[in-house]
């Protein structure tokens, strides 16, 4: 089947910094998974480069605005391979393929009849790029978001008519529960809803730096619309002369950041309805990372954790696994190094790593490297039974922190299943080698399935250890617990995670 998902795709005004990387990382491994289930995943990212922001910080920085997005594009680019990230395309607002299909579907919505001219004056946050509601706003007029000094605007804008669809909205929100997940994330945009919408500007006046509105030239695109198109655009051209539209849209996950959720959840589906396209499936919200003192990060508070110090340390698959780990998907997290220190220490080398080594050890030692053909021990078998069902039933709600809980679960179980048995006692005495067979063949076979259901977390550690267990293939069936009887070679191991 078919499976699209995205994540936002990022403001260029600023530099790649954790918060990009969860995000990526989670949607990473949401479109692994789908791939290990044999799905037929697209999965895309990519850079938002247009709007006032930009502009801003460029001319602030003596540059014009296409330099500065071209610098910081390809600083977001480069993560993404750094990052062991899987995605099928990199979009960036300014491809000239997306800027025409966002013209022809937004033609489409005036034609349609769902766009006037009209004034607008209100409050409008520049690092947003976007008009505040009165009951938004904090206190002496600050975004709520940002805690800057909002502006009085006043411009002649092309309006987008969000309030006539405020029925349709609200059925969309009725029939589909899990239209947007987490819950309270469903029932945070379902009351914005149902508070009444307002139309919305769709473009702006005085900006040049954006996608040229057709029926008026004089205005660009508000450049959340051009934005939020890009999931859609991205298809029409991502494998130049195969239009991917028909086979991938509408989307099946959009994966976002909680301060984005209103133009995800109302705007962007009332814009699809305008354009008459079939709306995305699911919005999946994650929450934001906090400093390890569980106030905001910020480099005054010098509570920042910076991804490329943990990738340095610890490397790649550590930080995924980390921020995977230790932060509830969907839930505002603290993060900080000290607890991804320990998480290393503790769970990748001591508990994962150490059960690898030992796995791989003992077989060479008594078995000359090949693990046995026996059965494997029943009663480890049951412990194993139905887990690859529920792993895979929650990453359909995105549940990965709990996915994972659940996969480590029987990380520790083997290593608990190594000490009850103690192979080394086995291999002194002739008679146990029936035991001693069972106990390694189980104890690869247990190795073998928890690394698969561990591929979306750790793909490059996954990769080494499969490799060095003579186990091929990602592919979900062998997420199974089972005798194999494969009489495969294991190969030497280096430390997947050493001690630092
Ligand atoms: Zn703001």
Same mark, same amino acid.
């Given at each position: 089947?078919?499976?699209?998902?995205?994540?936002?795709?990022?403001?260029?005004?600023?530099?790649?910094?954790?918060?990009?990387?969860?995000?990526?990382?989670?949607?990473?491994?949401?479109?692994?998974?789908?791939?290990?289930?044999?799905? !037929?995943? /697209?999965?895309? %990212?990519?850079?938002? $480069? *247009?709007? &006032?922001? =930009?502009?801003?910080?460029?001319?602030?920085?003596?540059?014009?605005?296409?330099?500065?997005?071209?610098?910081?594009?390809?600083?977001?680019?480069?993560?993404?391979?750094?990052?062991?990230?899987?995605? !099928?395309? /990199?979009?960036? %607002?300014?491809?000239? $393929? *997306?800027? &025409?299909? =966002?013209?022809?579907?937004?033609?489409?919505?005036?034609?349609?009849?769902?766009?006037?001219?009209?004034?607008?004056?209100?409050?409008?946050?520049?690092?947003?790029?976007?008009?505040?509601?009165?009951?938004?706003?904090?206190?002496?007029?600050?975004?709520?978001? *940002?805690?800057?000094?909002?502006?009085?605007?006043?411009?002649?804008?092309?309006?987008?008519?969000?309030?006539?669809?405020?029925?349709?909205?609200?059925?969309?929100?009725?029939?589909?529960?899990?239209?947007?997940?987490?819950?309270?994330?469903?029932?945070?945009?379902?009351?914005?809803?149902?508070?009444?919408?307002?139309?919305?500007?769709?473009?702006?006046?005085?900006?040049?730096?954006?996608?040229?509105?057709?029926?008026?030239?004089?205005?660009?695109?508000?450049?959340?619309?051009?934005?939020?198109?890009?999931?859609?655009?991205?298809?029409?051209?991502?494998?130049?002369?195969?239009?991917?539209?028909?086979?991938?849209?509408?989307?099946?996950?959009?994966?976002?950041?909680?301060?984005?959720?209103?133009?995800?959840?109302?705007?962007?589906?009332?814009?699809?309805?305008?354009?008459?396209?079939?709306?995305?499936?699911?919005?999946?919200?994650?929450?934001?990372?906090?400093?390890?003192?569980?106030?905001?990060?910020?480099?005054?508070?010098?509570?920042?954790?910076?991804?490329?110090?943990?990738?340095?340390?610890?490397?790649?698959?550590?930080?995924?696994?980390?921020?995977?780990?230790?932060?509830?998907?969907?839930?505002?997290?603290?993060?900080?190094?000290?607890?991804?220190?320990?998480?290393?220490?503790?769970?990748?080398?001591?508990?994962?790593?150490?059960?690898?080594?030992?796995?791989?050890?003992?077989?060479?030692?008594?078995?000359?490297?090949?693990?046995?053909?026996?059965?494997?021990?029943?009663?480890?078998?049951?412990?194993?039974?139905?887990?690859?069902?529920?792993?895979?039933?929650?990453?359909?709600?995105?549940?990965?922190?709990?996915?994972?809980?659940?996969?480590?679960?029987?990380?520790?179980?083997?290593?608990?299943?190594?000490?009850?048995?103690?192979?080394?006692?086995?291999?002194?005495?002739?008679?146990?080698?029936?035991?001693?067979?069972?106990?390694?063949?189980?104890?690869?076979?247990?190795?073998?399935?928890?690394?698969?259901?561990?591929?979306?977390?750790?793909?490059?550690?996954?990769?080494?250890?499969?490799?060095?267990?003579?186990?091929?293939?990602?592919?979900?069936?062998?997420?199974?617990?089972?005798?194999?009887?494969?009489?495969?070679?294991?190969?030497?191991?280096?430390?997947?995670?050493?001690?630092?």
């Amino acid at each position: 089947m078919p499976f699209y998902i995205t994540t936002a795709i990022s403001y260029v005004n600023g530099v790649p910094h954790l918060g990009h990387a969860y995000e990526a990382i989670a949607t990473d491994a949401i479109a692994r998974h789908m791939r290990q289930r044999g799905e !037929d995943v /697209f999965f895309l %990212t990519g850079t938002d $480069e *247009h709007g &006032e922001p =930009v502009a801003d910080a460029a001319h602030a920085q003596g540059l014009e605005p296409r330099a500065l997005a071209d610098r910081n594009a390809e600083r977001f680019q480069a993560l993404m391979p750094q990052l062991e990230i899987s995605n !099928d395309f /990199f979009i960036r %607002t300014t491809d000239p $393929e *997306h800027m &025409e299909r =966002v013209q022809e579907v937004l033609q489409r919505v005036y034609d349609n009849g769902h766009v006037y001219k009209g004034v607008y004056e209100g409050w409008y946050c520049p690092r947003c790029a976007d008009f505040k509601v009165e009951n938004e706003i904090l206190e002496g007029n600050l975004c709520p978001i *940002h805690e800057i000094p909002l502006t009085r605007e006043r411009e002649e804008n092309y309006f987008f008519r969000l309030s006539s669809f405020q029925e349709r909205l609200e059925r969309l929100f009725a029939e589909h529960p899990t239209f947007v997940m987490p819950t309270h994330h469903y029932n945070e945009a379902r009351s914005f809803i149902l508070s009444g919408l307002q139309d919305v500007s769709l473009s702006r006046a005085r900006l040049t730096w954006g996608v040229t509105v057709p029926w008026d030239p004089s205005h660009v695109f508000y450049v959340w619309f051009d934005a939020l198109l890009n999931y859609y655009t991205a298809l029409g051209y991502a494998r130049p002369g195969n239009d991917l539209t028909e086979r991938y849209w509408p989307a099946n996950y959009h994966v976002i950041g909680k301060d984005i959720l209103k133009f995800h959840t109302v705007f962007w589906p009332a814009m699809l309805m305008a354009a008459e396209l079939p709306v995305p499936q699911h919005v999946f919200v994650h929450g934001f990372l906090l400093g390890a003192d569980g106030r905001k990060m910020s480099k005054s508070l010098g509570n920042v954790l910076d991804p490329f110090e943990v990738m340095d340390q610890y490397g790649t698959d550590a930080l995924r696994f980390y921020l995977m780990r230790d932060v509830a998907w969907g839930s505002d997290g603290a993060v900080g190094m000290d607890a991804a220190r320990t998480r290393y220490e503790s769970e990748l080398a001591n508990e994962y790593g150490n059960l690898a080594s030992r796995t791989i050890a003992m077989i060479s030692r008594y078995r000359d490297g090949v693990v046995p053909p026996a059965g494997t021990d029943e009663v480890l078998g049951r412990d194993f039974e139905g887990l690859a069902a529920t792993v895979a039933r929650m990453f359909d709600r995105a549940d990965i922190t709990q996915a994972l809980e659940l996969i480590w679960q029987r990380v520790r179980r083997l290593n608990r299943y190594v000490e009850e048995r103690a192979p080394w006692q086995l291999a002194r005495d002739a008679e146990s080698a029936a035991a001693l067979d069972e106990t390694l063949a189980s104890l690869a076979e247990g190795v073998r399935v928890v690394s698969v259901l561990l591929h979306p977390y750790m793909p490059a550690s996954v990769d080494k250890l499969l490799t060095a267990l003579g186990a091929d293939g990602l592919g979900y069936a062998g997420a199974a617990f089972g005798p194999r009887g494969s009489g495969a070679r294991v190969t030497p191991l280096e430390p997947l995670f050493p001690k630092r």
